[in-house]
């Protein structure tokens, strides 16, 4: 809402402070809801937040700032209405002329759109790529030093068979050690959620392949 400080400050100067305090704020309902007010002291006093003795009092001052309706039933200040109007008008013609200008602007980058949208799908496919490619290029090196010097030949063959069952875990926590540190390396923003679900394991194994 503009305000004419001139206008407004010559045409309130004789007014006493409620009535000036009515008037402000019976205008600033007007705008704001956008329609005229009802004419009853009661309900006013409300939105004014003053008694229903004060509305009554200062009403007689502001008669010339209000326009009864035909019925009698509300108030209007005709100016301020007006100003309402073309303010609204001005609103909805400027929302009509963005929404005019964006479908204008997408309708000319359809083709530059889709081309970004193929660049993010083929640069996705990519990274995944290199994910896969790094978890199969992992070392697996794993070693188990077990004395098979004992000359009994039932001890040789338990020890052969514990360093054959020792070196299988050590194969596997290796390669699911390696792996890990590959796909973190190739993606450090992974959770250990993430990264034991793209590598078929549980969340425990990762995290005892971080220690």
């Not at 299988?168 to 923003?189: F, I, M, N, Q, Y």
């Amino acid at each position: 809402m503009s305000l004419p400080v001139d206008t407004w400050l010559t045409s309130t100067v004789d007014l006493e402070p409620v009535q000036y305090l009515v008037l402000h704020r019976m205008l600033c309902h007007q705008w704001r809801h956008g329609g005229p007010l009802p004419n009853r002291p009661r309900v006013l006093a409300r939105m004014v937040g003053v008694s229903v003795d004060e509305v009554q009092a200062a009403m007689p001052a502001l008669r010339d700032w209000f326009r009864e309706t035909d019925d009698g039933g509300c108030l209007v200040n005709d100016d301020l209405e007006s100003e309402r109007e073309r303010a609204m008008h001005l609103r909805d013609a400027r929302r009509r002329g963005a929404a005019t200008t964006n479908r204008s602007k997408a309708a000319e980058r359809p083709a530059e759109l889709d081309a970004e949208r193929t660049g993010e799908r083929t640069a996705e496919r990519d990274g995944q790529r290199g994910v896969v490619r790094a978890l199969s290029d992992a070392p697996v090196s794993a070693s188990i030093s077990i004395s098979e010097s004992s000359p009994d030949p039932a001890l040789r063959e338990s020890r052969r068979e514990e360093r054959e069952e020792g070196t299988s875990a050590l194969t596997r926590a290796d390669t699911l050690a390696g792996k890990v540190r590959k796909l973190r390396a190739a993606k450090p923003e992974l959770s250990d959620y993430e990264t034991a679900r793209l590598l078929d394991t549980d969340v425990e194994q990762v995290r005892r392949s971080n220690a």
